[in-house]
């Protein structure tokens, strides 16, 4: 299985940057995931890492580091629209499990 | 349009009567998945299945059970609902189990168990 970390909750200033750590503990890794979740609804997928370095898509960043068994979701220029959990998630490299991380509240404020 | 449907949305049910929760997607997708959401402990992995007739146990199976008959169905049933068991579904789906594809959630069904 996975031992998955990351901050439960972070406050930042809109038009700011943020930057949400994740760390797991892994017996086979098969991929890393971001996906954000709205109060009350589904989670929508963000990013996916399987190789070292970084995942640009317009103000959202991924970046993985598997030496070190450590991620990270960067996003810039907050919008309050960005207020939100993020959740990190780890394939397993077996058995195609998706393990997640408990999230990390982000509020943006004005 | 392209989606993931879940059915009840809500339910309110006693210990003991059997339920189902279907999930069905519109998509062809190989990768099928349930996962339930409770506060402070995130998703977690109950079921998924990689095809057709093929399923297999997530972090918290127990008290669950599942089935694919067919590719676009996975639904879920408690046979024995206990309170325990009172939680957010999500059924999810995606092209494969394996790569970058992303998974598509269903809108979730909040169960409760008294």
């Known amino acids: 299985g996975q031992n998955i970390d990351q901050p439960t909750e972070m406050t930042a200033t809109e038009g700011a940057i943020v930057q949400i750590n994740c760390t797991y503990q892994?017996?086979?890794?098969?991929?890393l995931f971001w996906y954000q979740q709205h109060a009350g609804e589904a989670p929508t997928f963000l990013s996916y890492n399987v190789l070292d370095g970084l995942e640009e898509k317009g103000r959202f960043s991924s970046f993985l580091s598997r030496s070190k068994g450590y991620s990270y979701l960067l996003l810039k220029e907050l919008q309050m629209k960005d207020s939100a959990s993020y959740l990190c998630a780890v394939r397993d490299r077996d058995d195609y499990k998706l393990s997640f991380g408990a999230g990390t509240t982000v509020t943006v404020r004005a | 349009e392209a989606q993931v449907t879940q059915n009840p949305r809500y339910l309110i049910t006693v210990t003991g009567k059997k339920l189902t929760v279907t999930c069905s997607q519109n998509m062809n997708h190989e990768y099928m998945s349930w996962y339930r959401q409770d506060p402070g402990l995130g998703l977690r992995q109950i079921y998924y299945s990689m095809n057709v007739e093929v399923t297999d146990k997530g972090d918290v199976p127990e008290g669950y059970k599942v089935s694919r008959k067919e590719k676009r169905n996975f639904p879920l049933i408690l046979e024995s609902p206990s309170p325990n068991q009172t939680s957010l579904y999500f059924c999810?789906?995606?092209?494969?189990?394996?790569?970058?594809?992303?998974?598509?959630f269903g809108p979730g069904t909040r169960l409760t168990v008294l």
């Open positions: 999810a789906s995606s092209l494969t189990g394996g790569f970058g594809n992303e998974q598509f």
């Open positions: 892994t017996s086979g890794f098969n991929g």
